[in-house]
């Protein structure tokens, strides 16, 4: 008989306290479960044993198919706006929330799977993934949890032994993760559209507890609530927007109410920089080119105030008011992330705003009329700083300009060392992640594990390492990726 460690148990608030919002569920049998990658670290902090999860047994537990004996595993129902239009029942097609679990810290994660079979949400899809698509999320999403940056967390992938039919015959894989909860304003959005208001602000008190639990506390808690999200939402697209991140498909179903980065589908990091930049193949108009994150999130959080609405005051009349006052909190909240982030990244943390904010918008400027790589500039700062200007003039081509900027820079005494805790060297550059993701596919996973060692230390220059600091070569053309695979 197989047995699940003891200390294994699986929370199911969101289950019980919302059941209107799932479906229980559960995953489809894999073929031949074969574990591809396992995060250690994160396996510990959550009390599980690397050793019996490596175990046949731990493997059928991040497929979905041994559970301890109480766990209810669900699919979430969700709605969303998907590149602006509404589409009132999404929900999870291949995911499934296990159950909570508590990591050695005593706070409460949610324990999910994606690509574990269909579900009462598939609608046409087969609720499978494939391996490329799950090492992917792997690798993005620990990068960014590297470089501080909030996000769900990668447990595990695991290879179903199950084709999946893409424009190819593809392995099949299973990634297990770990958030915060997988709260998103399409949940908001589902519950308000359900008509039932006590569902809509029992929503809001788990949200509250699980996230925010100073709101629950204010005058108006959902009000507490929405400011809440709104500035979560804002420090963390300043942080994507300062390393050059792109999401790809913000759609409002990829919002978490607990800030954190979710839902890595067709997300890239910037070469040149340009805010025009746009990497998933099916946003033909570029409404998520990285320069509109900021928009879009702001627009995103509307849609989560229109939600919650009816929770702000019982009176519409009042409620709208109240709603516009806190989403116009959102751009003051992001300016400050941003222009704070920027100081950072120059090394100037307590120069005065017109000081910085000229050099920025001069720097900004230099970096798109010459196409320069957005990771090498800003790292290549801190020599400059140092005062070997080279390795930052090799990069630029109107030197009498950028020679110009780093003298007016220099002269306000930028802090060299506080720039390496801040610029990385090395974030997932996409042909490597290309590279590294077909090798997976085949079979070998050392350029995977290899790319992730990298990534792991993403500030910490180390010799050896140059391929993965620069940018991909010319012949690698404009970078597409894909989604919905
Ligand atoms: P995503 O783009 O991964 O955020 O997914 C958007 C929506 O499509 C979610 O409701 C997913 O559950 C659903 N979905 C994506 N791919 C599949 C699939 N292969 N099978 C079933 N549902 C899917
Ligand atoms: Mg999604």
Redesign the pocket.
């Known amino acids: 008989m197989s047995l699940v460690p003891p200390s294994l148990t699986l929370g199911n608030r969101f289950a019980t306290e919302l059941p209107e919002l799932s479906v229980p569920w559960q995953a489809q049998k894999a073929p031949e479960p074969r574990l591809l990658l396992l995060n250690e670290p994160l396996s510990a902090e959550l009390g599980l044993d690397p050793a019996w999860l490596r175990s046949p047994d731990g493997n059928r537990l991040l497929v979905g198919e041994l559970l301890p004996p109480d766990a209810t595993p669900v699919?979430q129902g969700?709605a969303?706006h998907?590149f602006g239009g509404f589409?009132p029942r999404?929900?999870?097609?291949?995911?499934l929330l296990l159950g909570e679990v508590r990591n050695t810290d005593g706070q409460l994660l949610d324990l999910h799977l994606?690509?574990s079979g269909?579900?009462p949400?598939?609608?046409?899809?087969?609720?499978?993934?494939a391996v490329g698509p799950m090492l992917r999320e792997y690798v993005i999403s620990e990068a960014m949890h590297a470089l501080g940056i909030p996000t769900t967390r990668a447990l595990a992938v695991v290879a179903t032994g199950a084709t999946?039919r893409r424009e190819s015959l593809l392995p099949g894989a299973v990634l297990a993760r770990v958030a915060s909860s997988h709260l998103r304003v399409g949940s908001f959005q589902y519950a308000r559209a359900s008509g039932d208001l006590a569902l809509l602000r029992r929503l809001a008190d788990l949200a509250i507890s699980r996230h925010h639990p100073a709101a629950a506390g204010a005058d108006r808690p959902a009000l507490a609530l929405f400011e809440a999200v709104v500035a979560a939402q804002a420090d963390l697209v300043a942080q994507w927007m300062l390393v050059g991140f792109v999401h790809g498909?913000m759609?409002t179903?990829?919002m978490t109410i607990s800030g954190e980065t979710?839902?890595y589908?067709p997300c890239a990091f910037l070469d040149a920089f340009d805010p025009a930049t746009v990497f998933s193949s099916i946003d033909e108009t570029g409404r998520y080119a990285y320069g509109n994150q900021p928009v879009v999130a702001q627009w995103n959080l509307a849609r989560l105030a229109e939600a919650l609405l009816p929770l702000l005051d019982d009176d519409e009349e009042q409620a709208i008011p109240i709603a516009v006052e806190a989403l116009n909190g959102f751009s003051e909240r992001y300016d400050t992330a941003w222009s704070t982030g920027m100081r950072a990244k120059l090394g100037l943390p307590a120069a005065a705003d017109d000081v910085v904010a000229p050099l920025v918008e001069e720097l900004l400027g230099l970096l798109h009329a010459g196409h320069v790589d957005h990771t090498s500039a800003f790292r290549s700062l801190s020599s400059a700083a140092r005062g070997d200007t080279e390795p930052a003039r090799s990069l630029f081509l109107d030197l009498a300009a950028i020679d110009s900027w780093l003298a007016r820079w220099r002269e306000v005494g930028p802090d060299a060392d506080a720039m390496d805790r801040v610029n990385p060297v090395y974030v997932p550059r996409n042909h490597l992640v290309e590279q590294a993701l077909t090798a997976g596919t085949e079979g070998d996973l050392a350029p995977v594990e290899r790319l992730l060692e990298v990534l792991a230390r993403p500030f910490d220059q180390r010799p050896g390492l140059e391929a993965y600091a620069e940018p991909a070569p010319e012949h690698f053309g404009a970078y597409r990726t894909f989604?919905?695979?």
């Open positions: 699919a969700y969303g998907q589409v999404l929900g999870d097609g291949r995911a994606k690509g269909r579900t949400f598939a609608r046409g899809g087969d609720g499978l993934a999946v498909v759609n179903d990829n979710i839902d589908g989604c919905g695979t």
